[in-house]
Structures are given as structure tokens and as C-alpha cells.
């Protein structure tokens, strides 16, 4: 058994089987519908149900708020229908599609940014040339590990690939990362992902928050931004536990030393004994605004983080469509979250 569902855009009718996805049955049916996590945690796939009913599987509030259900928003990837149903996906005036390449890479670079963060370089060796929006992530497979999907922190157009990578507990892929890989392994990466990315054509100040290793689509926007020589004022907060959780401070320090546009603040979550702003991060760009209309932000990093964020900037004004978020879940709070049913939501 069935449903069909009309995809708007692509002006076709597609038969979606009793319990597969739209989003499923849209991609078998060769449909170029916008994607990035597959599992409801990123909003790429957010689409306006036209007509039907359909159920909804476990997701993430960021990526579908209960206002945006409200309004009739679903996930395509999350939902499955349950009539004859019409779906059309959200499309933003400044939308960007780039080719997904699978592209064959080795590693040719690999040091400890943190005691606990790796940076890995990856040079390119076929499928290329590989082209992306600053801030979009990667699905990326290391030799005997389940494909994992991290942020480039290189700017757009450089021919060496970077990746920030953190060890998580029982996390069998950032294990392999932090103690077994080395210089000219292979790596499979494919994309690019996301709607995360920098609006180069936004005049308005920019607000970029990163929480750990979400430093690495942070640090794509922020340097893709200074290349391109938007004339904004850019405020880039990043949010740590303690001082030998931070990372590339020199190297922001001096950016923000070159580029008087750039406003660089490290903030420490846990007190002690330090020059540093201290205390969470998202409080510390509310301290310093008041009034965030006509602002764009970009956040990167764990999902509190990220959500604590998006509640106070849309506090201060912010209009949730300038908020372009992508929150770092782990694979054990991904799998948690695909457990969730349709009852449960």
C-alpha cells in the first residue's frame, strides 16, 4: 500500500510507501529535495504540508518549533503520510545548491587543538572539485568507522579540506579519530550539507556563537566573511568550559587585531581564575545587546547551547528566519532522538 503525494516544486506525483518518509521516497524518486541530517535534528528538509495528514517522527524543537507546526511546517524527512498529500519545501530568496560530490580524500594533516578536539586536513585525491557555502557540514567516513557528519572549518575554494572532530564517550568514530588515525589514511566525504551557511549578501551585524567544536563552520563563516570584505560589524562569542578547552585564540585575536570589523570574545563556562568573560556564553552577547533587529546569527555547537541562544535572540528582535543554526548532536543523541514516535511528539 501506498499514498501519493505531489511534490509543488518538482510539479511531480510520487507514490510513498505505508511507513517511508516523504523525504525517502522523494530522493528513490530521483527528486533533488533539499536535505542535510536525515534524522530531524537540522531543518534543511522543513517544507509547508500543503494538504493531507501525515505523522511525524522523532525531532529536534530547534530544527521544527511547535509554532512552526502550528503553521502547517513539517520535516520531510520526519514525516510519513497517511493520505493524498501535497508537500512544498521552504525556498529562501538567496537559497544556494552546490553539486554533491562523493569525494575520495587522504589525510595530510592531524594535530590536538584541545585535549580533547582534533583538527584533521584532508587533501582531496578524486571526485572533486568540491564546492560549498561557508558554514555547511560533510558526511565523512573514516576506514571501518559508521559515516559522521562534521563542518568544514576551511574557507570556501581552498584545496585542503579541515575538520574538527571531538572524542565523545563510547563515540566509536571520534575514538578512531583521537588514537588510530594518521597521516595518509583514506577518508570518503560527501556533500556538501546544510542550511547553515553564510548570507553573503547580508549588510546587517553578524552574531556568530560557537560552543566547542562548534568553532568549525564558525570559523568558515567568519574568515569567508573577512575575504569577501563584508563591511559589517562581525561579533564572534566562543563559548568554552575552561581556558584549556580554547582553541585558534591566537589566531582569532590576531584577525580581530587586522580586521577592526571583527570583535573577538572568548567566554568561560566555569569559573576560576581568569581574564576572560566568564559565565554562558548566549548571556554574554545578551549583556552586550539589547536590540538584535536587522542582525544575522550563526550558531554552531551543543544543542542547549544553540537552543538557549535562539530563545534570547529572538527576545532582543531577532526574526527566527536570520537565525542559521547548526547544533552538534552526538550520535548517541541522534539514535535517541530516531527511537521517538509519532505519539510522543
Not at 518549533?65 to 512544498?88: F, N, Y
Request: net charge negative; aromatic share 8%; glycine share 8%.
Amino acid at each position: 500500500m501506498s499514498f501519493k503525494v505531489r511534490i509543488a516544486q518538482a510539479d511531480r506525483t510520487i507514490d510513498v510507501p505505508t511507513g517511508a518518509t516523504i523525504l525517502e521516497a522523494a530522493l528513490d524518486a530521483g527528486i533533488s529535495y533539499p536535505f542535510g541530517c536525515q534524522s530531524g535534528n537540522c531543518g534543511a528538509c522543513k517544507s509547508h504540508l500543503v494538504k493531507g495528514e501525515v505523522t511525524m517522527e522523532g525531532y529536534s524543537e530547534f530544527a521544527l518549533s511547535d509554532d512552526e507546526k502550528e503553521r502547517g511546517l513539517i520535516l520531510a524527512c520526519r514525516a510519513v503520510p497517511w493520505e493524498e498529500s501535497e508537500v512544498a519545501w521552504l525556498e529562501e530568496d538567496d537559497l544556494i545548491v552546490h553539486p554533491r560530490r562523493l569525494l575520495a580524500c587522504k589525510v595530510v594533516g592531524l594535530d590536538d587543538a584541545t585535549h580533547d578536539i582534533k583538527r584533521i586536513r584532508l587533501e582531496i585525491v578524486s571526485g572533486g572539485p568540491f564546492d560549498f557555502s561557508a558554514g555547511q557540514f560533510a558526511s565523512v567516513t573514516f576506514e571501518g568507522c559508521p559515516p559522521r557528519d562534521y563542518s568544514m572549518a576551511n574557507v570556501p575554494g581552498d584545496p585542503i579540506l579541515e575538520f574538527h572532530v571531538r572524542r565523545t564517550a563510547g563515540g566509536a568514530t571520534s575514538m578512531h579519530v583521537a588514537e588510530k588515525l594518521a597521516i595518509g589514511d583514506s577518508v570518503r566525504v560527501e556533500g556538501p550539507f546544510g542550511p547553515s551557511y553564510l548570507r553573503e549578501a547580508h549588510r546587517g551585524p553578524i552574531i556568530a556563537v560557537a560552543g566547542g567544536s562548534g568553532m568549525a563552520p564558525i570559523k568558515s563563516v567568519i574568515e569567508r566573511a573577512l575575504q569577501k570584505e563584508l563591511p559589517q560589524h562581525i561579533y564572534f562569542y566562543f563559548g568554552v568550559r575552561t581556558e584549556r578547552d580554547l582553541y585558534l585564540h591566537d589566531h582569532f585575536a590576531a584577525l580581530a587585531e587586522k580586521h577592526k570589523n571583527l570583535h573577538f570574545v572568548p567566554v568561560l563556562s566555569e569559573a576560576g581564575p581568569s581574564s576572560l568573560r566568564s559565565g554562558l556564553v548566549h548571556e554574554a552577547v545578551a549583556a552586550d545587546f539589547d536590540e538584535l533587529d536587522g542582525c544575522k546569527a550563526y550558531l554552531a555547537g551543543p544543542p542547549v547551547m544553540v537552543e538557549a541562544a535562539t530563545r534570547l535572540f529572538e527576545e532582543r528582535g531577532m526574526r527566527r528566519i536570520d537565525i542559521h543554526a547548526d547544533p552538534f548532536y552526538t550520535a548517541a543523541e541522534m539514535a535517541s532522538a530516531n527511537k521517538k514516535t509519532g505519539a510522543e511528539l
